[in-house]
Every structure is written in structure tokens, then in C-alpha cells.
């Protein structure tokens, strides 16, 4: 599957985006799929998962309440909303495909076999 992420942008601080993640290739549907981010100098981190039906997600602790993760698979698409950005918020987010069982999410960098490109958000503050 290959995977093309786009929406990112320079926003301020308090303000919303949309990332979307385009998926090709393989049914996309078999894929649990992922957000992950990769500020200046960090480590790449989780930021959220959703399972391959779309029923369950997870977060983690520092987006949650303010990103949500939906998917479309319909039009082979995971999004990421970002509401109420963060200067921390700013990072290459790249979007991932684990091919994992039906109702799981998956958190570890390490079960996602597929990358997209990243796409930069910049919130200034």
C-alpha cells in the first residue's frame, strides 16, 4: 500500500487543521492505520491509531480531547482533525499501515509496515 499524506501548513496557535492520508495500492480497509509526528530534534511519537473497521482509536495523552482520527474507507482516506494547536503540535506527522487483525489499534512504530511521506505543521505561538 502506499500512502500520501497531505493538509499540513503554518498555522497559530488555537487554531484547526486537517491532515489527510491517501492510501493506494492494497485494500485499504485490511490496514489498521496511524499517525505518528517527528518534532525538530525528538524522536518520532505515536499521536493516534484507528482500527481497520474505524470503531475503536486510540490516542495519546498529549492530543487527546483535541485530535481525532477518522477514516473513509470508502475513499481509501484516514484523516487526522487537530483542533486547538499547540506550538508542541509542531512536527512532521506521517501517516502508516499495519496490516492487523479487525478491531485493534496499534501504538508501537514497530507494527506499521507502511510510511507515507511526511507533511509539516507549524503552529506558531
Known amino acids: 500500500v502506499q500512502l500520501q499524506a497531505s493538509g499540513g501548513g503554518l498555522v497559530q496557535a488555537g487554531v484547526s487543521l486537517r491532515l489527510s492520508c491517501a492510501a493506494s495500492?492494497?485494500?485499504?480497509?485490511?490496514?489498521?492505520m496511524g499517525w505518528f509526528r517527528q518534532a525538530p530534534g525528538k524522536e518520532r511519537e505515536f499521536v493516534a491509531s484507528?482500527?481497520?473497521?474505524?470503531?475503536?482509536?486510540d490516542y495519546a495523552h498529549s492530543v487527546k480531547g483535541r485530535f481525532t482520527i477518522s477514516r473513509d474507507n470508502a475513499k481509501n482516506t484516514v484523516y487526522l482533525q487537530m483542533n486547538t494547536l499547540k506550538a508542541e503540535d509542531t512536527a512532521a506527522y506521517y501517516c502508516?499501515?499495519?496490516?492487523?487483525?479487525?478491531?485493534?489499534?496499534?501504538?508501537?512504530?514497530?507494527?506499521?509496515?507502511?510510511w507515507g511521506q511526511g507533511t509539516l505543521v507549524t503552529v506558531s505561538s
Open positions: 502508516a499501515a499495519a496490516n492487523l487483525p479487525l478491531g485493534v489499534t496499534a501504538r508501537g512504530q514497530d507494527r506499521y509496515g507502511y
Open positions: 484507528i482500527s481497520r473497521s474505524g470503531g475503536r482509536t
Open positions: 495500492g492494497r485494500t485499504f480497509s485490511m490496514y489498521v
